[in-house]
């Protein structure tokens, strides 16, 4: 069955302080992962993709990695922003498949002041 | 980058009646479209892909009678619920692509639209 499981499920930090977020992911066939971040009452927004070949990705403060052999994937963000606060999605997309992808549950990321 | 745009944002209907979602895709042509829905605390679920021209492909479990899905053009698809109930009440969310995720390209998700049946 394909999978997809984030953890923490959820996290809280200090502004400022880096973080970093969980995926790990049982599908096949594979052909990329992504990271989104959803706002509270918004659609997810894509913040890095990442194929088989690509080890590490970055979008501004976040930072994506990928480990294709242990099917596991990290966001780190650093230096967190108040706006940061959100839901964090990882997600792998099925090669062949009519563009299906497959969700984690989220890590929700709460950032205080 | 390419947005797209739901319409309404929020709506409110009576049991047993029927609502209608919009979902364009604002400046891109879109080759497949995808709705969403998701529950708090819940991660997206797709319930159905559709193709400009054609039929919906409902997935397992979804009555596709009592969602239907027109996608009428390269930048419009509508997804109807019909004889909502509030169970039905939830966050729908569409996507559109303008080739298969399969192959790195991007979804675009829209901006959601909540429907509270009462």
């Known amino acids: 069955k394909n999978q997809v499981e984030q953890s923490p499920q959820s996290l809280i930090i200090l502004e400022g302080k880096n973080c970093t977020l969980q995926?790990?992911?049982?599908?096949?066939?594979?052909?990329?992962l992504r990271w989104y971040k959803q706002d509270t009452g918004r659609g997810p927004v894509s913040l890095t993709i990442?194929?088989?070949?690509?080890n590490t990705k970055s979008n501004g403060r976040y930072t994506a990695t990928l480990d294709a052999d242990t099917k596991q994937s990290s966001l780190h963000i650093t230096a967190s922003q108040l706006s940061d606060s959100a839901s964090y999605i990882c997600v792998v997309s099925l090669y062949n498949q009519g563009g299906k992808l497959i969700f984690g549950q989220g890590t929700e990321l709460s950032v205080k002041p | 980058g390419a947005v797209v745009s739901q319409h309404p944002s929020w709506v409110i209907c009576k049991s047993g009646t029927s609502v209608k979602i919009e979902c364009r895709s604002l400046d891109f042509q879109a080759t497949t479209m995808f709705w969403y829905r998701q529950f708090p605390k819940q991660s997206l679920m797709l319930m159905a892909t559709s193709n400009e021209g054609s039929k919906a492909t409902y997935e397992q479990g979804v009555e596709k009678d009592k969602f239907l899905i027109n996608h009428a053009s390269l930048t419009l698809s509508t997804l109807t619920v019909t004889s909502a109930h509030p169970e039905d009440s939830s966050f729908y969310i569409c996507s559109a692509t303008q080739g298969p995720s399969g192959r790195g390209y991007e979804q675009y998700f829209g901006p959601g639209t909540r429907l509270t049946v009462t």
């Open positions: 990442m194929t088989f070949s690509e």
């Open positions: 995926c790990n992911y049982t599908v096949s066939p594979f052909s990329n």
